[in-house]
């Protein structure tokens, strides 16, 4: 099994910053990937970006260019960085962990990211 941890989120203005973690623990051994979803409010859950063990990100178009997602291997953490956040980005924000082997996909908890016009 992993466990993972989130922190960070909480309420900011328009056109502010907030960051995001994620730790992963557990059966760590064989995780690839790494990354985040959003859930609003009525909506399905979406992709806001991910980022591989090897190094490579992949975004949503709608958070290219103002989030940043990266990550310590060593530490099995991931973090977002939201710049220029929109009241359309407040949502409740999900780590993601996929691992190899045997496969499997695990969900954090989720914290709350509020964006006020």
């Known amino acids: 099994q992993v466990q993972l941890v989130e922190s960070g989120g909480g309420l900011v203005q328009a056109g502010g910053s907030l960051s995001l973690s994620c730790a992963a623990s557990?059966?760590?051994?064989?995780?690839?990937?790494m990354g985040w979803y959003r859930q609003a409010p009525g909506k399905q859950r979406e992709l806001v970006a991910t980022?591989?063990?090897?190094?490579?990100?992949n975004y949503a178009d709608s958070v290219k260019d103002r989030f940043t997602i990266s990550g310590d291997n060593a530490k099995n953490t991931v973090y977002l960085q939201m710049n220029s956040l929109k009241p359309e980005d407040t949502a409740v924000y999900l780590c993601?962990?996929?691992?190899?082997?045997?496969?499997?996909?695990?969900w954090g908890q989720g914290t709350q990211v509020t964006v006020s016009s």
């Open positions: 993601y962990a996929a691992r190899l082997f045997p496969p499997n996909e695990y």
């Open positions: 557990g059966s760590t051994f064989s995780i690839n990937t």
């Open positions: 980022k591989s063990r090897g190094g490579r990100s």
